[in-house]
C-alpha cells in the first residue's frame, strides 16, 4: 500500500503545478475542488466564495448536486462561520450541530463535513468536503486540506492581481510609465515566487508531520520558518501594490506627529545604536493619512537602514519651504549616501546602489514613495554624496 503521505504529496504536486498555469476563476476552483475531494477520499467537494455578505458555492464535485452557483448569507452557512472566524470546522453528524442549516441539507447526500478556510487572516474563500456517512476525517487529512487551503489562496490572490494589472493598462495617466514599471516588478516578483514558495511550504509541512528523525524535523521546520518569512515578505510587497492603486482620499494630516511615532519605532528597534532622528515642529499636509504613513516609513526606515554602519547617526525631516498649494519637505541623513549621476535610479523599482548584503531590502520602497507623491501632485528628488549622507526632497499639497 502506497502512504497516505506519498498519496497526499503527490495530490498536492498537481494541484500546484495545475494553479500555477490558470487564468481564470472557474479554473481554480475547478481544480481545487477536484483536489479537496481526491484529499479527503469525501464523497463531495465545494469552492465557497466570501462576496461582501454572502457565500457563493463557485464549484462543486460530487456524487450528488449540492449548491453549486447558489448565494446564502454569510451568518447562516457553515462556510460563513469557518471564514468569520478563520477556524477549520469538523462536524461528524450534520443534523446535530446548530451551525448546519438542517434543511439545505436533508435535500443531499451529505451525512458529515469539514470546511476549512481558504487564508486565516481575513479569509476569502472556503473549501468544503462531505461524506454520505458519518465520518470524523483524521488529523493528517485536515492538515493537508489546510495546506491546500493556502495553495488556494496563492491562486486566488495571483489572479486578483493580474486582473488588477489588466484593469491599469487601461487607465493610462501623466505618471503612466512609473505606474507600469512599478506594477510590472510587483507582478513579476509576487507571482513568480508565490507558486515555488507554496509549494515548498506545503512539503516542509508533510515532511515535518512524518519525520522521524528529531534533527531532520528541525530542519523541516527551518525550511517553514524561512518559508513563512518570504511570504510576509512577499504579502509587504503587494499590500505597497494594493495601496497605491486604491483611490487617494485628502485629509488633514499632522506630518510631524506621524513623524515622530514612526521615528520612535525606528529608534526602539536600533537598540544598541546611537541614533537620533529630528522632525520639525508643526508640519502639516493634505493628504491620504494611509499614504502619508507608508511615504513616512520607507524615507525614514530607508534613512536609518543607510546609516547602518554610521558611529553617530543622525537623520532629519524638516520643511525647505512653505509655498501654497505643495510645500517642500527633506529627509536627510548622515549615512552611506550614493553617487549624484545615480540619483533618479533610486526610484525605479527593484534598482539598488548598493549590495543586498551590505544594505537588505526588497528595492520597492522608494519606487513606492514616488508613486504616492506623483499621485498627490507632488515630486520627489534626492541628492547624496558616497559615504557622506543622502537627501529626499518631496512636496505634498499643504493647508491654505
Known amino acids: ?74 451568518d447562516t452557512c457553515v462556510s460563513g462561520w469557518a471564514m468569520s472566524r478563520s477556524e477549520t470546522v469538523v462536524i461528524p453528524d450534520v443534523f446535530a450541530d446548530p451551525r448546519v442549516p438542517h434543511d439545505a441539507y436533508r435535500v443531499t447526500f451529505v451525512k458529515s463535513m469539514c470546511m476549512v478556510p481558504v ?12 461524506w454520505s456517512d458519518g465520518r470524523t476525517p483524521a488529523p493528517a487529512t485536515v492538515r493537508q486540506l489546510e495546506i491546500l487551503a493556502d495553495t488556494a489562496a496563492v491562486a486566488l490572490d495571483n489572479l486578483e492581481l493580474r486582473g488588477a494589472l489588466d484593469r491599469r493598462a487601461a487607465e493610462r495617466d501623466g505618471h503612466a510609465q512609473r505606474a507600469d514599471e512599478l506594477e510590472a516588478a510587483i507582478h513579476s516578483l509576487v507571482h513568480d515566487l508565490r507558486s515555488p514558495l507554496g509549494a515548498m511550504i506545503g512539503y ?48 488633514p494630516v499632522d506630518l510631524t506627529a506621524v513623524a515622530r511615532r514612526c521615528a520612535d519605532e525606528l529608534v ?73 549621476s545615480d540619483a533618479q535610479l533610486l526610484f525605479r523599482p527593484l534598482t539598488r546602489l548598493h549590495s543586498a548584503e551590505d544594505f537588505p531590502g526588497t528595492g520597492l520602497g522608494l519606487a513606492s514613495v514616488a508613486r504616492i507623491i506623483e499621485l498627490h501632485g507632488g515630486t ?21
Open 1 to 74: 500500500m502506497i502512504p497516505v503521505a506519498l498519496d497526499a504529496g503527490s495530490i498536492l504536486t498537481r494541484t500546484v503545478e495545475a494553479l500555477s498555469s490558470a487564468r481564470t476563476l472557474d479554473h481554480v476552483t475547478a481544480v481545487v475542488a477536484e483536489a479537496a475531494r481526491d484529499l479527503a477520499d469525501a464523497d463531495g467537494a465545494t469552492f465557497v466564495l466570501r462576496e461582501d455578505g454572502a457565500c457563493f458555492y463557485a464549484d462543486e464535485k460530487a456524487i450528488g448536486p449540492l449548491w453549486k452557483g447558489l448565494r446564502f448569507p454569510l
Open 119 to 130: 487564508r486565516l487572516e481575513d479569509p476569502i474563500a472556503a473549501i468544503g468536503t462531505y
Open 204 to 251: 516542509a509541512d508533510l515532511i515535518a508531520e512524518n519525520m522521524e528523525s528529531e534533527k531532520s524535523a528541525r530542519y523541516a521546520e527551518t525550511i517553514l520558518r524561512a518559508g513563512d518569512r518570504m511570504s510576509a515578505q512577499i504579502e509587504r510587497m503587494l499590500s505597497i501594490y494594493r495601496i497605491t492603486h486604491n483611490p487617494i482620499v485628502p485629509g
Open 268 to 340: 526602539a528597534r536600533a537598540g544598541a545604536r546611537r541614533l537620533r532622528i529630528d522632525v520639525e515642529d508643526g508640519l502639516k499636509v493634505v493628504a491620504d493619512p494611509v499614504l502619508t504613513e507608508t511615504v513616512v516609513e520607507n524615507l525614514l526606515g530607508n534613512a536609518v537602514k543607510y546609516t547602518a554602519k554610521t558611529p553617530d547617526a543622525h537623520i532629519t525631516l524638516r520643511r525647505v519651504d512653505s509655498r501654497h498649494p505643495l510645500s517642500t519637505f527633506v529627509v536627510r541623513d548622515n549615512g552611506a549616501g550614493f553617487d549624484q
Open 380 to 400: 520627489i528628488r534626492a541628492e547624496g554624496v558616497p559615504s557622506s549622507g543622502a537627501a529626499f526632497y518631496f512636496s505634498l499639497p499643504v493647508p491654505a
